[in-house]
């Protein structure tokens, strides 16, 4: 089975999708943290900007091409900037205010001039063009993939005022106060230095690829749970690359139930169901090291489950723990009733717990029975059986459904969350967007749409 599925280079396939997925994720919520950022400190949507980036970025695909673009007037400061996007701007048909166009272009400049000198340098303008240009994983630069990097995943970035800005660089260029001070200072730069040399000749640092390093950061924001990647599938369509659907035609039964990250674990399954029928038959037969050794595997095989999670559906996850529980504690029963009994000629008298791990056992059988019928949350919010007969039995003693889950009134049109689905469409003034969606809390009119362009689509 190894050698099957490296011959039809399953593994490299099951990586390459598993980390396109991820890289695509960290990028997209990226731009989603940078995006929310400025539209809640400034009110800015940036729809129109993005699309002028992306266009750009059409226009100029070789590597760096939208910096060189913006780099052509010299220094990127805000008037050249906001001329750059204005050149975009004015050759589209885009019913979009231009001094609209300049406000939003002013509020992405602050954003990302960290410093606050002015002036975008490479790699803040790295970081802005990750975050505002429809940019896949495999078009980032080395920039870039640095911002994505040191990004403050998990934590909302404060706003940096010039202020703080300048006194940021301050500190950095200011010595230490005292001698004292300055010659602890060195004193645990130089410990600090012996401790890395040693490290460094006892475990040599090997040259990483940027993209490598970008894919660890991911996985480890992934262990933290603080980025969320979905599902990655196989395709087994007719537009699937050869290779992919010769593997999924040949070999699909051994990993097809399985995630593509985990596509190997069907070998593990096969290792322990060797090991509990065929291997620890031979050893000590009989005994508490044999039933012992029986429950280290089956306790093993339980952890991974619980862990891996392989399978694509959750409900099979759902049995391979329930059954491999009901396993253990069948064997657990087993060595009470070995410690218990000295004499084995004689048997062991039926009790309340041998009936209760009958049950379970044959319990294993209705499992998905009771997944599919009773469990199982039906698609298109239907409500699953259980639920209806509950509400069957409530409605006819007289009482109201305590199941109704409706939308809450907040979540209708918020015109702070409001994005633009299309940008071709006609012009819709403040007071229509007001007297359709109102004011938000507070009293506090709606700060992003001021005679915003878009025709014949519709608000999300």
Same mark, same amino acid.
């Given at each position: 089975?190894?050698?099957?599925?490296?011959?039809?280079?399953?593994?490299?396939?099951?990586?390459?999708?598993?980390?396109?997925?991820? !890289?695509?994720?960290?990028?997209?919520?990226?731009?989603?943290?940078?995006?929310?950022?400025?539209?809640?400190?400034?009110?800015?949507?940036?729809?129109?900007?993005?699309?002028?980036?992306?266009?750009?970025?059409?226009?100029?695909?070789?590597?760096?091409?939208?910096?060189?673009?913006?780099?052509?007037?010299?220094?990127?400061?805000?008037?050249?900037?906001?001329?750059?996007? *204005?050149?975009?701007?004015?050759?589209?048909? *885009?019913?979009?205010?231009?001094?609209? *166009?300049?406000?939003?272009?002013?509020?992405?400049?602050?954003?990302?001039?960290?410093?606050?000198?002015?002036?975008? /340098?490479?790699?803040?303008?790295?970081?802005?063009?990750?975050?505002?240009?429809?940019?896949?994983?495999?078009?980032?630069?080395?920039?870039?993939?640095?911002?994505?990097?040191?990004?403050?995943?998990?934590?909302?970035?404060?706003?940096?005022?010039?202020?703080?800005?300048?006194?940021?660089?301050?500190?950095?260029?200011?010595?230490?106060?005292?001698?004292?001070?300055?010659?602890?200072?060195?004193?645990?730069? /130089?410990?600090?230095?012996?401790?890395?040399?040693?490290?460094?000749?006892?475990?040599?640092?090997?040259?990483?690829?940027?993209?490598?390093?970008?894919?660890?950061?991911?996985?480890?924001?992934?262990?933290?749970?603080?980025?969320?990647?979905?599902?990655?599938?196989?395709?087994?369509?007719?537009?699937?690359?050869?290779?992919?659907?010769?593997?999924?035609?040949?070999?699909?039964? !051994?990993?097809?139930?399985?995630?593509?990250?985990?596509?190997?674990?069907?070998?593990?399954?096969?290792?322990?169901?060797?090991?509990?029928?065929?291997?620890?038959?031979?050893?000590?037969?009989?005994?508490?090291?044999?039933?012992?050794?029986?429950?280290?595997?089956?306790?093993?095989?339980?952890?991974?489950?619980?862990?891996?999670?392989?399978?694509?559906?959750?409900?099979?996850? /759902?049995?391979?723990?329930?059954?491999?529980?009901?396993?253990?504690?069948?064997?657990?029963?087993?060595?009470?009733?070995?410690?218990?009994?000295?004499?084995?000629?004689?048997?062991?008298?039926?009790?309340?717990?041998?009936?209760?791990?009958?049950?379970?056992?044959?319990?294993?059988?209705?499992?998905?029975?009771?997944?599919?019928?009773?469990?199982?949350?039906?698609?298109?919010?239907?409500?699953?059986?259980?639920?209806?007969?509950?509400?069957?039995?409530?409605?006819?003693?007289?009482?109201?459904?305590?199941?109704?889950? @409706?939308?809450?009134?907040?979540?209708?049109?918020?015109?702070?969350?409001?994005?633009?689905?299309?940008?071709?469409?006609?012009?819709?003034? /403040?007071?229509?967007?007001?007297?359709?969606?109102?004011?938000?809390?507070?009293?506090?009119?709606?700060?992003?749409?001021?005679?915003?362009?878009?025709?014949?689509? @519709?608000?999300?």
């Amino acid at each position: 089975m190894i050698l099957g599925l490296y011959h039809f280079e399953v593994p490299r396939m099951a990586r390459e999708k598993t980390e396109r997925e991820a !890289l695509n994720a960290m990028l997209m919520k990226f731009q989603d943290d940078h995006k929310q950022d400025l539209l809640d400190e400034e009110g800015v949507d940036v729809s129109v900007c993005s699309l002028i980036f992306s266009i750009i970025d059409r226009r100029h695909p070789f590597p760096n091409g939208v910096m060189l673009y913006f780099s052509r007037h010299g220094k990127i400061t805000l008037p050249v900037f906001t001329k750059v996007l *204005l050149e975009i701007y004015q050759q589209m048909e *885009l019913e979009y205010e231009e001094w609209q *166009l300049v406000d939003d272009a002013a509020a992405v400049f602050a954003h990302f001039d960290s410093d606050k000198d002015g002036v975008l /340098e490479w790699k803040e303008f790295a970081n802005l063009t990750c975050a505002i240009s429809q940019t896949w994983h495999d078009d980032l630069s080395s920039q870039q993939i640095d911002a994505l990097i040191h990004h403050r995943w998990g934590i909302r970035q404060p706003t940096v005022t010039k202020s703080q800005a300048i006194e940021a660089k301050k500190r950095q260029r200011l010595a230490p106060a005292t001698i004292d001070e300055h010659q602890q200072a060195v004193a645990t730069s /130089e410990e600090q230095q012996h401790g890395r040399l040693f490290l460094g000749w006892l475990f040599p640092a090997q040259p990483m690829h940027p993209r490598d390093r970008l894919l660890r950061h991911c996985i480890h924001l992934q262990e933290e749970e603080i980025l969320s990647v979905g599902k990655t599938f196989w395709n087994a369509t007719e537009w699937a690359p050869e290779k992919e659907k010769v593997a999924v035609d040949c070999m699909g039964f !051994l990993f097809l139930s399985y995630k593509v990250e985990y596509w190997y674990f069907e070998l593990i399954e096969q290792l322990r169901k060797l090991l509990m029928t065929s291997v620890i038959v031979f050893f000590y037969p009989g005994s508490l090291n044999q039933l012992a050794g029986g429950i280290l595997i089956t306790f093993l095989g339980l952890v991974l489950c619980f862990r891996m999670k392989p399978f694509m559906q959750p409900q099979l996850n /759902e049995i391979q723990a329930a059954c491999l529980s009901i396993q253990g504690v069948t064997l657990f029963y087993g060595v009470i009733l070995i410690a218990e009994n000295t004499d084995p000629s004689i048997p062991v008298p039926p009790s309340a717990v041998s009936v209760i791990i009958l049950f379970l056992n044959i319990f294993v059988v209705f499992i998905p029975f009771i997944q599919f019928f009773a469990l199982r949350r039906p698609a298109f919010g239907n409500r699953p059986l259980w639920e209806r007969a509950m509400e069957s039995c409530v409605g006819m003693c007289g009482f109201d459904s305590p199941f109704d889950r @409706r939308v809450s009134q907040s979540s209708g049109v918020h015109g702070r969350y409001m994005t633009m689905t299309k940008l071709d469409f006609s012009l819709i003034s /403040e007071n229509h967007i007001q007297s359709a969606s109102g004011k938000l809390e507070g009293g506090r009119p709606i700060p992003m749409f001021r005679q915003m362009s878009l025709k014949g689509g @519709r608000f999300s």
